[in-house]
């Protein structure tokens, strides 16, 4: 039989409120770090995605000494040589959650890489974006990828105001 000094030690609603409310605190103050990180990361992918691409699309430059015909291949048709071609070279290895249904390579936020090359061989190629009076017009590569960033939005597909292009990932 239990002694009526002894009393049930427990804790009382207003203390477990206080608790979940430092609970729910901490997590709202560590919400923007986490996703400022989840982009970091996806940036990060991105970026070392367009250098893969663009290299490999220089490595099937030197192994055929030259582009395709241009006049007859798309940027498809060229992204579909990198994993597939004559000599059954591969190129580049993405991962088939990584190409939309129409064949090309996306980045983490689904939109399509860019691809733009010099089959001229002059080694360089126009800037896609728009670009500041005075800014250098010419990219001094064969190859350039480039991504519309997380916002999709990019100036080289119809974009005009000044900070769209804030968010891009290029190769250059």
């Known amino acids: 039989m239990r002694n009526q000094n002894q009393f049930l030690r427990a804790f009382t ?45 220089k490595a099937l430059d030197r192994e055929y000494g030259g582009w395709p015909n241009i006049t007859t291949y798309s940027p498809q048709d060229l992204a579909t040589n990198l994993f597939s071609n004559p000599r059954g070279t591969v190129f ?14 996306v980045d983490p936020w689904k939109n399509r890489y860019r691809v733009a090359f010099d089959p001229t061989g002059a080694n360089s190629i ?18 350039i990828v480039w991504s519309s960033g997380p916002d999709g939005q990019s100036s080289d597909n119809g974009g005009s105001t000044a900070n769209i292009d804030a968010d891009n990932i290029t190769s250059w």
Do not use: H, Q, R, Y
């Not at 580049?92 to 390579?105: C, M, R, T, V, W």
């Open 13 to 57: 609603l207003v203390e477990l409120m206080v608790v979940i409310s430092i609970i729910a605190v901490l997590v709202a103050l560590l919400f923007p770090a986490v996703k400022i990180a989840m982009l970091k990361a996806e940036t990060g992918k991105a970026k070392a995605t367009i250098m893969s691409i663009a290299s490999a699309f």
């Open 92 to 105: 580049l290895e993405i991962a088939s959650k990584d190409i939309d249904s129409g064949g090309f390579i």
């Open 126 to 143: 126009p800037n896609p974006f728009t670009l500041p009076a005075g800014t250098p017009n010419l990219i001094p590569d064969n190859v």
